[in-house]
């Protein structure tokens, strides 16, 4: 199992819906180019019952899937929903044999504000050859859904972690303060909270036995808060004695990031590998919230990773050392999306950009693009854009990997956005990748924000 396969990058046809419904099975779905999330045009479910579908060819080895989606209503429309999204898997006649993957959003959960989910399929079974991508919803009257950026793409794993929904209460958790509930969860009826009570801590140990050495994670999850939270989530990696070895990952959030956010907010983050000797590791999150908070935490995934984040200085910690600025700048400030610091581009635009340097051998295999971004100005519109180019030994350009062009609406207060995508497989002798940011002016005014900029091997 510790020898990579090639991967094929994003399995959907048309995953942004900007050749319209071309690939996809719809019924009651329309577009709209009004608010997309990327691109000029999202698929819109309307109101009552709707329904749309892709089917994906698999590979004959059993693979687990990450699928990733942004879902919001239109403007104007109130708690649409619910919402099923769903991953099947079928037999060579397309009769479908078992499910890898059901989740609901409840009414209240999508709203304006976009939200980015993501989340990871059991292992295909035997008789597999074709996924069915199923997004359903159910309501009345003029609800309406938009869907945009659908992300299916192979993994290395299935989700590592037991009852990671919070389905089954805190079963398989030890929590600390933290209890289980079953109110406004982000997915399905469970999720962990802490509430009137400043520390929290939440834990899982998870055996590595079965995982190739060295192995690197991501590790998924959204979080919620009312009111001012710190939260600091790690990957311990723990000896045979239950000792710490290191941590693989260790981040904190600022206190204000979630509060204004005014609804779940997702992060993706890959570990360093573990260390010789780990033989088992620890999800911990630990969390300080003012009296009074309500803080959330639901659909948390650890998969193994070919390789861990090969942006450096992703966070902007150490300000713009290792990334190339004109007209960018770093900023610290209490809201970035992760840690203190974030990368800003002011009204008069600008570009940021970083040579990143692939692990060897990387030909034919894709890789998870991930970012976060936001813009300031209210009632306005800017189409930055990050896209990720190959390049060879030379530093010369072998083409678009990935390319991201949001259309991001002012907020106030500033809202976070999360855009997960996968690049095409790597073409012969890309060695390097290029992974760039930029805006136009905005003559009205208005920052660009771009923070926690991920780029790792899937496969
Ligand atoms: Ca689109
Ligand atoms: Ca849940
Ligand atoms: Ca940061």
């Known amino acids: ?67 990733s989606f942004i879902a919001y209503t239109l403007p104007n429309v109130e708690d649409p929903g619910p919402l099923f999204a769903e991953v099947q898997w079928l037999d060579g006649e397309k009769i479908v ?8 959003m409840n009414e209240g959960m999508i709203t304006d504000r976009r939200i980015t989910i993501s989340d990871i399929t059991t292992r295909s079974p035997g008789g597999a050859r074709y996924a069915r ?5 159910g309501g009345s009257g003029d609800d309406q859904v938009a869907l ?27 929590a600390e303060n933290f209890t289980s509930s079953y109110i406004a969860p982000l ?37 919620r808060s009312n009111l001012v939270a710190l939260p600091v989530f790690s990957l311990i990696w723990l000896d045979w ?10 981040e904190f959030i600022s206190g204000g990031t979630l509060a204004s956010q005014d609804n779940f907010l997702s992060y993706l983050t890959v570990s360093g590998p573990a260390p010789l000797g780990a033989v088992s590791a620890r999800v911990l999150f630990s969390v300080v919230a003012v009296e009074n908070a309500g803080f959330s935490i639901d659909e948390v995934f650890l998969v193994n990773m070919e390789s861990g984040n090969l942006v450096k200085n992703a966070e902007f910690a150490d ?67 990050a896209e990720v180019r190959w390049l060879d030994i030379f530093g010369r350009d072998l083409g678009l990997a990935a390319s991201v062009i949001p259309s991001l609406s002012g907020n106030d207060p500033l809202l976070w956005e999360v855009f997960v995508v996968s690049t095409g497989p790597a073409p012969n002798g890309a060695v390097a990748a290029r992974v760039l940011f930029n805006k136009e002016i905005t003559v009205f005014g208005g920052n660009v924000d771009v923070d926690h900029v991920l780029l790792a091997r899937l496969e």
């Open 241 to 250: 004695r239950g000792e710490e070895l290191g941590r693989g990952i260790d």
């Open 319 to 385: 300000g713009l050392d290792f990334w190339q600025a004109d007209y960018a700048k770093v900023v610290e400030g209490e809201s970035a999306y992760t840690e203190s610091h974030f990368a800003q581009f002011s009204l008069i635009g600008g570009s940021l950009f970083q040579l990143v340097e692939l692990p060897p051998l990387s030909s034919g295999h894709s890789f998870l693009f991930s970012f976060a971004i936001r813009f300031s100005k209210r009632n306005d519109i800017t189409k930055p854009m």
């Open 133 to 137: 991508v199923l997004f359903s919803k």
């Open 187 to 223: 997915v399905n009826n469970g999720n962990a909270l802490l509430t009137n009570a400043d520390i929290g801590t939440l834990k899982q140990d998870i055996s590595l036995s079965g995982q190739c050495p060295r192995s690197h994670y991501l590790l998924g999850f959204s979080l």
């Open 148 to 174: 945009d950026q659908v992300l299916l793409v192979p993994v290395r794993s299935p989700n590592l972690l037991r009852n990671p929904g919070f389905e089954a209460g805190l079963s398989d958790w030890q």
């Open 97 to 104: 044999i078992g499910s890898g993957l059901r989740i609901r």
């Open 1 to 67: 199992m510790c020898g990579s396969s090639f991967g094929p990058g994003n399995l959907l046809q048309n995953p942004g819906f900007e050749s319209g419904l071309e690939f996809w099975y719809s019924n009651n779905v329309t577009l709209a180019d009004t608010v997309p999330a990327e691109g000029t045009q999202v698929a819109t479910m309307n109101g009552g019952v709707a329904c749309l579908s892709q089917d994906v060819a698999l590979d004959l080895r059993p693979s687990a899937l990450l699928l």
